[in-house]
Every structure is written in structure tokens, then in C-alpha cells.
């Protein structure tokens, strides 16, 4: 590495700013002091101004500029304004339990906007490879960033230098030079000096005929604590892609149903749902509801298993339960790592269809009940002895393609048509039925069976959000040393003093990293207790 020879006779390495035995600026003169270099490395090399020749070094440089993060940070805060203007599909209110429900949910939730948005990724941005890439970036430059400045800065605190060059203190913004009377100890006013200052709180450094006081240097540390803090953030957001430390899952609950919960061996089981509605006594004022109610709470009465089988790929489940009890809004039901949290419902919807079969031919004479589960059809029921009814097809969302062909456009039983076969096996008699909004659709006009409706089974489906997070803890840990660092370089302030007699002479400057009133107090009233024959100049750049 190329180095840069001072006149002090110390050789510094290159993109050194001050000499780092005297403190002389290296590539700039001082005159009137408007051009001294920046403080805030104390003049050090920093990494990314001494190496510029490999590979290595010129992504170190791409990385290590403030810009380029703040531009990745930009980009980052771009996506999420964006991944927030539709919910995620993770949050989407209704159940969709495959891909093409998604699409078809976006697009006619949102029309053409809702397919874009769909088609370039955003409805599951969080997860997305280029976003978590955006993220790894980000930690990159925070680090590089960090290691780039952290180093000199460090070794110029660790090694302070007191009998600083004249011109490095005539750069500071505050400075004073005047002569000292002959009879004056300068030994003396360096002890005086010294004392004064250290009353104040100052730590102080002496040399021969240099002193240098300092306090608050720890808030310099406060934005490479702020680094460390959000680079363990980011550890604890990146690690939620690791399998096994992060699962955000939503799932549908049919009352009476029992589903497994998606990359883990649980089963849940709705036993019930109910919303508790606030009654008018226990309102504190008379609302006009016009007829309307107030929900309280929601919640699923709901029973939590385990598959012992889970390991055992095809094995049929051995489900043991491991919890029983409520899920309420804000009052999950806990198991280990595993949250299930009530996020949502849908109440009063079509559960089953309930017909009796009936022969018309005989005055209308009942052969017996059938269920038709719009979930989970029976593809085949015995209805009375020798008479059966199969399931020719389902529809649960039906609609008419553009072939001509009956079709669905959900999965969800919003307009379901079912096609039954009815079949005597004692007369070998079979008649085909259509189910179809409210009405039925016979083979024959003068077919031997009928349908007489009953009373559908109304069901509420809860939506349950389940959360594994292992990554939290680190996540709220890299969030309080942000805060511990925001405090430090927020009310605490770097302040240095240097008192130095020279000649005869007796020259004094002061530097702090803000707050240049608390220091010019402090300065003023350090001449005036001493009686120091200067005069403090405050300029305008240090």
C-alpha cells in the first residue's frame, strides 16, 4: 500500500486526512479556517479510500457508501408501501384453498389491478426471493458501512493525540491563541486547566506541554450500536425463511370439522363457534343501533391434536389430544412454539342440503332423508332398504363456461348444483335429479321420485391464523440495542478540549460532534475562571 510521508516525519497510509502523529491536515492547507478536514473519523484512512485495485475492494467501495444504502432502504420501503395496498394472500378474508381461488379472489376483488398485482408477486411480497434478497443487501451494506468507519474510528479514539499540530487546532471551530505573560508557569496553567476541567466531568490526557480533556466519547459508538442492532433485526427477519423457525399459516375451520395445520403434525378441530354481542345494559350510553348489534368477542371452542404418525410418510393419522379450550381474539391458544390466534369467520353459510325422498307415484310417500355435504359430498347413500342415491356431479360454485359446459368458479358452495341418480335395486329403476338454485330438474316428466326441500345445516367456518416464531426473541433483542444506541448518540455529546503552550504562547480549541452552544459555554467558562489573556474565535465549518 502506497503511504504519504508528513513533515512531522511520520508516514501515514494513503486517504489519511490528518498525520496520525501530529494531527497536521496532509492534503489540505489551513488558511482562515474554512477548508479543514471532516472530524468525524478523526482524519483516519477508512478502508474503502486505501484500496481500489481488486475485485474484493471495489465491491467493499460499492457497499461502504452511505448512498447506495440509503438507495436499497429507498427500494425496500417502495415494495412494502406497495405489498400493503391489497392484503397479502396470507390475510385474504375468505378461504381459497388452492392457487387458481387466488387469482380469481385478486381479480375479481380488485379487477385489472388485482391481476397485476397478482401476476408480478406481490400477494406474497414478504417471502419473495428478490425482496429477501433486497434484505440480505441491506444487512451487506450495513455492515461493510460499519467495519469501514468503526476501525479508524476506533483507532483514533484509542490513541489520542495531545500535542496536536498548530494548524489541526487553528481547524477546529472553536479556537483561541494569545501570549502568556513571562512570569506565567505554563506547567502551572496546564494543572489549572486540567483541574477545571475535570470538575466539569472531563477525562483527562496530559502530555509535556499539552493537556486534552474529553467526556461523552461513548456516543460515538451510538450509530455503530444503532448497525448492530439492525443487522441482528434483519438475522431474526432472514432466519423466518429457515425451515422450522417461522410458519404464518391461515387456515378454515367448519364447525365440527377437523383439519391439519399445514409443515407441522398438529390437527385442529372446531367444536364450535359463537360471537357474543354486548347486550344494552352493559352499554354506558344509549346507542341508536336501529336494529344493529355490537359484537364483544369471537370465539372458537377448539380441540388441538397431535399425529404420532407424522413421521411415517402415508401412514394413516393417529390424532391424540394435547389441548382443549377457547381461542379468543387477543388470546391465543398456546402449544409450545405453536399460536392459534382467531383472525376471522364466516357465519351462517350453506353447510349441507337436506331433501327427503319422496315417491310420487305413491301420493308423495317418504322413502327417507338426504344429506347432501357441500363440503364433502357422500358419493353414494343408502336411503331405505334397496334404494340408493349416488352423486353424479357437483358444482359448488356453479356457472355456465363459455363451451356450454357447467362449471364452478370456487370451491366454495355459493351456488351449488348437484346432479343425484336415484336407484331402486328391487326394480332395477334408476332416475337422474338436478339440484339448481332452488329448484330440481327431473329426467322424466312423469319420473317416479321427487325431492322435498328442508332446512339446509347453516354452518360458521372460523379462520384461524397459526404462528410459529422462533425468530422474535432475536428480532426484540435487535430492536433494544437500536434503541440503546439511538439513546446514546441522542443525548449524549463527544466534547474534546486541548489546552497547549507553545513559545510562549498558550492555544486552546475545542471540538464536540453537536451541540456547539453547551460547548461554547463550557470554553467561556474555562477562559474566564483562568483568566486566559485569549480570545475565543468560533468559525463557521470545523
Known amino acids: 500500500m502506497d503511504q504519504r510521508k508528513c513533515e512531522c516525519g511520520h508516514t501515514n497510509p494513503v486517504g489519511t486526512l490528518l498525520c496520525e502523529s501530529c494531527g497536521k491536515p496532509l ?35 460499492y457497499f461502504s457508501s452511505v448512498k447506495i444504502a440509503i438507495g436499497i432502504i429507498i427500494v425496500i420501503l417502495v415494495a412494502s408501501a406497495v405489498g400493503t395496498i391489497f392484503p397479502q394472500q396470507q390475510y385474504i378474508p375468505v378461504p381459497v384453498p388452492t392457487e387458481a381461488d387466488v387469482a380469481r379472489f385478486y381479480t375479481d376483488t380488485y379487477g385489472v389491478l388485482g391481476t397485476v398485482y397478482y401476476g408480478l408477486g406481490f400477494h406474497n411480497l414478504y417471502s419473495s426471493w428478490w425482496f429477501v434478497t433486497l434484505l440480505v443487501l441491506l444487512g451487506t451494506s450495513l455492515v461493510i458501512c460499519s467495519l469501514d468507519r468503526v476501525i479508524p474510528l476506533y483507532k483514533a479514539l484509542s490513541k489520542p493525540r495531545l500535542n496536536q499540530h498548530k494548524s489541526f487546532l487553528k481547524g477546529q471551530k472553536l479556537f483561541a491563541e494569545g501570549e502568556l505573560a513571562p512570569d506565567v508557569d505554563q506547567a502551572e496553567l496546564l494543572d489549572s486547566s486540567a483541574l477545571a476541567l475535570k470538575k466539569k466531568g472531563y477525562r483527562i490526557f496530559r502530555a509535556e506541554r499539552a493537556i486534552m480533556a474529553e467526556k461523552g466519547r461513548f456516543s460515538r459508538w451510538g450509530p455503530y450500536v444503532n448497525h448492530i442492532g439492525l443487522i441482528l433485526f434483519l438475522i431474526g427477519v432472514l432466519m423466518r425463511n429457515i425451515p422450522g423457525f417461522y410458519m ?11 383439519v391439519a395445520i399445514p409443515d407441522t403434525p398438529y390437527y385442529i378441530k372446531s367444536e364450535n363457534y359463537h360471537t357474543e354481542y354486548w347486550s344494552e345494559e352493559e352499554m354506558p350510553a ?3 343501533l336501529n336494529g344493529g348489534v355490537i359484537p364483544k368477542s369471537f370465539q372458537t371452542d377448539a380441540i388441538l391434536y397431535v399425529n404420532k404418525n407424522a413421521e411415517v410418510p402415508g401412514k394413516k393419522p393417529d390424532l391424540i389430544e394435547v389441548q382443549k379450550g377457547p381461542i379468543i381474539v387477543n388470546h391465543p391458544m398456546m402449544e409450545g412454539d405453536l399460536a392459534i390466534y382467531q383472525s376471522g369467520v364466516q357465519e351462517m353459510q350453506l353447510g349441507a342440503l337436506n331433501f327427503v325422498l319422496v315417491d310420487v307415484k305413491q301420493g308423495n310417500k317418504e322413502l327417507g332423508p338426504i344429506k347432501i355435504d357441500l363440503y364433502n359430498p357422500a358419493a353414494e347413500q343408502e336411503i331405505a332398504a334397496g334404494i340408493k342415491v349416488r352423486v353424479l356431479d357437483y358444482f359448488p360454485d356453479f356457472i355456465m363456461g363459455k363451451d356450454g359446459k357447467p362449471a364452478t368458479q370456487t370451491n366454495l358452495p355459493k351456488n351449488p348444483m348437484v346432479a343425484l341418480e336415484i336407484v331402486d ?15 330440481v330438474l327431473t329426467q322424466k316428466s312423469d319420473g317416479r321420485f321427487g325431492l322435498v326441500f328442508k332446512k339446509p345445516d347453516l354452518i360458521d367456518i372460523s379462520g384461524l391464523n397459526v404462528r410459529i416464531d422462533k425468530a422474535v426473541p432475536l428480532i426484540y433483542f435487535g430492536a433494544f440495542i437500536f434503541m440503546i444506541g439511538v439513546v446514546m448518540g441522542f443525548f449524549w455529546q463527544h466534547r474534546r478540549v486541548w489546552v497547549q503552550t507553545q513559545e510562549g504562547t498558550v492555544l486552546l480549541a475545542a471540538h464536540t460532534n453537536k451541540n456547539w452552544f453547551g460547548l461554547r459555554r463550557e ?3 474555562l477562559v474566564e475562571q483562568l483568566k486566559l489573556p485569549v480570545t475565543v474565535e468560533e468559525k463557521t465549518k470545523a
Open 248 to 258: 404464518d399459516e391461515f387456515v378454515w375451520v367448519r364447525e365440527g370439522q377437523t
Open 523 to 525: 470554553v467561556d467558562g
Open 425 to 439: 335395486e328391487s326394480t332395477n329403476q334408476n332416475e337422474k335429479l338436478v339440484y339448481l338454485q332452488g329448484s
Open 286 to 288: 344509549k346507542l341508536e
Open 27 to 61: 492534503n489540505v492547507e489551513v488558511y482562515e479556517q474554512t477548508a479543514f478536514p471532516d472530524m468525524r473519523y478523526e482524519g483516519m484512512a477508512r478502508r474503502s479510500q486505501t484500496y481500489t485495485k481488486k475485485w474484493i475492494d471495489r465491491i467493499w467501495n
